[in-house]
């Protein structure tokens, strides 16, 4: 019974290795990738601030869809 058991902790040890090799080997192909992608362009790009209203202003804060709060 204990050559079984210590069979199966070597086998258990193994494939622990196995996978953080491989987790591993997965990471660094990532930030290679990564690494290879173009920089984004820094001009400003169009509809920027898509997010606003055309009639807004980022100088006005009020909330969308709820009345101002009385004091």
């Known amino acids: 019974m204990t050559l079984a058991a210590s ?3 070597a086998l258990l040890l193994i494939v622990g290795v196995v996978i953080v090799a491989v987790l591993l080997f997965l990471f660094w ?3 290679r990738q990564v690494a290879r992608r173009p920089a984004p362009p820094q ?3 169009p509809r920027a601030d898509s997010w606003e209203e055309p ?6 804060h009020h909330h ?8």
């Open 64 to 71: 969308h869809g709820r009345p101002p709060e009385s004091r």
């Open 29 to 31: 192909f990532g930030r």
């Open 7 to 9: 069979g199966a902790g």
């Open 55 to 60: 009639d807004e202003h980022p100088d006005h």
């Open 43 to 45: 001009e400003p790009q």
